[in-house]
């Protein structure tokens, strides 16, 4: 007689809730970036693999501390937009730094944010601390809180970028390192701008071209730099030169398009 042995029944199979590439929580994160932030999720996770076995609270913290700063939830939307790795790595550090070492009320430092990302992606000690101590000590900017221009230059890097342009400046116009920083102090974009592409053609055409002295000139306006060189610099030099009307570089480059037409009556 043959003895039947009973084999015991396999146990059923948990529910998948996976939290990695597929599952309820992970339809839930893809929930959150594309209804709540309205971001395409799927370039984000290219970007940031690590999104796919993040728990959804960690992105939701993320969100919150941005919000708890002043940010509006659009607002954070462009910053996760342009640096994926917040969304798992919440920048409490680079914040507090802004709010209270910069010191950026919560507008100032909502504007900065919104217009360089970047400045929540960068490390404390090694970029957002030396630059504040660069424009605290070196450009004398003792401004409190920091104009939104200075605020966006905390993302540079004082060697490669900051430094280097103050000493262009230097070589380039001629005047003595207390005046460049006078003139930064005044418009500190101007550590924002290439070399290459603004500051070295414009230095030569007011010099060459226009035959303006760049220390008088800078020290009266500084802005300069801020204005396009084909599009508002040389267009307008060549209308009152043809003219043979003298102005200030304040007034031909500031004055709106109608109110420098009547200028040139």
């Not at 799927?42 to 609270?57: C, D, E, K």
């Not at 992105?59 to 342009?82: E, I, M, Q, W």
């Not at 070589?171 to 390192?177: C, K, N, Q």
């Not at 020290?219 to 730099?225: G, I, K, N, V």
Request: charged letters at 20%; glycine letters at 4%.
């Amino acid at each position: 007689m043959v003895t039947r042995t009973r084999l015991p029944l396999p146990s059923p199979a948990p529910p998948h809730t996976a939290t990695g590439g597929g599952g309820v929580e992970f339809r839930r994160k893809l929930h959150f970036l594309s209804s709540e932030l309205h971001l395409d999720p799927f370039p984000l996770l290219a970007a940031n693999p690590a999104l796919r076995s993040a728990p959804l609270p960690l992105l939701r913290d993320s969100l919150r501390l941005l919000t708890s700063h002043g940010l509006s939830a659009r607002d954070a939307a462009r910053v996760f937009s342009a640096f994926p790795s917040l969304l798992t790595s919440p920048p409490g550090e680079p914040l507090r730094f802004l709010s209270a070492d910069a010191p950026l009320p919560p507008p100032r430092l909502r504007a900065a944010v919104v217009r360089s990302p970047r400045l929540l992606s960068a490390s404390v000690p090694g970029t957002l601390r030396p630059a504040l101590l660069f424009l605290r000590r070196r450009v004398a900017l003792v401004r409190e809180p920091l104009p939104l221009a200075a605020a966006l230059l905390l993302a540079f890097s004082v060697e490669r970028t900051l430094l280097p342009k103050l000493l262009f400046l230097c070589h380039a116009t001629g005047l003595p390192d207390p005046a460049v920083c006078a003139v930064l102090r005044r418009a500190p974009a101007i550590l924002s701008y290439g070399i290459e592409t603004n500051l070295t053609p414009k230095l030569q055409f007011l010099a060459e071209r226009m035959g303006r002295d760049p220390v008088v000139e800078l020290s009266e306006f500084p802005h300069y730099f801020a204005f396009s060189l084909e599009g508002r610099i040389r267009p307008r030099h060549d209308a009152l030169r043809e003219r043979g009307i003298e102005m200030s570089l304040r007034d031909m480059l500031t004055s709106n398009d109608d109110e420098f037409r009547e200028r040139l009556i």
